[in-house]
């Protein structure tokens, strides 16, 4: 992984719904996305939001989380030198723009 690309905020500031309430910087809006499924694991290459393609340069970071009996697959991407991060919830199949990360 490229040194320059690390951003410590793709994971470590994420919101916690229990112990914030509302959260204003949270997008949650339903995207789609072009991924490849391989091996069990997801590598997501572009997703379209608002009707513009975003092509996927490096996941940053990818981690799961389990709520309730869906397990979320979350990602840190960056697309044009924007960092975004989509998750994919497994019980839905809806893929999602979290937030973008500053």
Sequence with gaps: MNQNSFSPKARWDRFEPG???FNPDALNERIEVLANFKHAKIFP???TWHSKEYV???I???WQERIGQALISYF???CAGQM???SFD???FRWQIDK???
């Design 19 to 21: 112990k914030y309430g």
């Design 84 to 86: 975004y991060q989509i």
């Design 100 to 102: 973008l990360i500053q």
């Design 76 to 78: 840190s991407v960056l």
């Design 45 to 47: 290459k572009s997703f």
């Design 60 to 62: 940053t970071y990818n």
């Design 90 to 92: 497994n019980s839905t």
């Design 56 to 58: 996927i340069e490096t």
